[in-house]
Each structure stands twice: as C-alpha cells, then as structure tokens.
C-alpha cells in the first residue's frame, strides 16, 4: 500500500499561472522526490529534498518539506503548456527503497 | 545507446499464457526494480534486485517471477498471465550517488503496456 497521497489528484491552469502539488505521508523519511511523467513514458527525476532540509529550488521548481506535518509540496512557477504531466512524490524511507504517491495530473492550456 | 531499454512496448497476450518482459541498462547500477501502474494506484513495486542473483519481493509479486543472472538484465514472467495484470510495466535502476549522503535517484525505462485478454 501506499504510503501518502498526492492533492489534487488533478489540476487545470493557464498558462503563465503557478502550479502547486501536494504530498503527504506517514512514516519517518530519509528523503522525498518528485518525478514527472509524460503521457506514455516513464517517470523522470526532478528534485530531492532530503529530510533536514526545508526548501529546495531548481529553475522554475520549488519543493519544500515539512516533516512535522509530514508533507511536501512541489510548486512549479510561470508554467508552459510543455509542464503538462503528471508529477509523483516518492518517499525514500530506510535503505534504497521509494514509495510512490498515486500522482497528480497536471494540465497546462495554452 | 546508453540508459535503460525495456522490450517489447507493447504486448497483448491471452490468459494462461507465459510472458517475459524484458529490462536492460547500461550504466552497471547495482540496484533494479521492476513496477506495475495502474490508474487509481500509482506505481506499485513488484519485485527489486540489489545485485546480479540477488532479488527479493516488493508489494505485489504473487504471480510474477524474475532473474538477474547478469547485472544489465532484469527480466520480469508473468508464469501464466490473468487479466488483473493487464497494466504499464515499468523497469528502473537506481543510482545511489557519492559522497557522505546517497541519492537514491531512480531512472525509468519507457515501459511495457501489457493487455491480458
């Protein structure tokens, strides 16, 4: 079973607009990612925060993370239609394991 | 060229079937997982490999048989396909990263759609 859902489970922009995505989980992490998914591909990594850090940037990607509410959060700024995907969490919990949310898909109208 | 190649793409089969999904990488990474998604679930993780002929179950294996008799390969059976397997087969490899902290990053193939008919 899963261990943390994402919300929402959809969302539909404009373009220009901020897209933010929220993860959430139950257990002690090492560290969080987030992967993006295109339509009929696999899923590529995007960002790592790992478990003492609170907020991450790269490019027009945000992550934060709290660990005292056990949530994350992935914010993608100024968004382009090509950001249309799905965007999962995975939490990496002990070992070289991760655990995937159910995602979040990610609409971006032009 | 170089990454992660999973083989077929696409592949409809019929119930009681046996069906061999093939992953190949060429980085060496040590570690390699094979997932199943389907919609409502995400990825679910049915079986990993942490080395050649070493491998061990994930959430959902029943079913499903693997090898890895050398490090590039990490071939996933479906022993005798039913139709609740019908779903987008994806394998990956995981790079742990250097230096005091590991990254735990995983690298996707492109994925096999399997259909159980």
Known sequence: SQQGEEDPQALSIQEGENATMNCSYKTSINNLQWYRQNSGRGLVHLILIRSNEREKHSGRLRVTLDTSKKSSSLLITASRAADTASYFCARNNAGNMLTFGGGTRLMVKP | ?117
């Not at chain 2, 793409?9 to 019929?14: F, H, N, P």
């Not at chain 2, 080395?51 to 990490?74: H, L, Q």
């Not at chain 2, 995981?94 to 995983?106: D, P, W």
């Open chain 2, 1 to 117: 060229d170089a990454g992660i190649t999973q083989s077929p793409r696409y592949k409809i089969t019929e119930t009681g079937r046996q069906v061999t999904l093939m992953c190949h990488q060429t980085w060496s990474h040590s570690y390699m997982f094979w997932y199943r998604q389907d919609l409502g679930h995400g990825l679910r993780l049915i079986y990993y490999s942490a080395a050649a002929d070493i491998t061990d179950k994930g959430e959902v294996p029943d079913g499903y048989v693997v090898s890895r008799s050398k490090t590039e390969n990490f071939p996933l059976t479906l022993e005798s396909a039913t139709r609740s397997q019908t779903s987008v087969y994806f394998c990956a490899t995981l790079f742990v990263g250097g230096g005091l902290v590991a990254k735990n990053i995983q690298y996707f193939g492109a994925g096999t759609r399997l259909s159980v008919l």
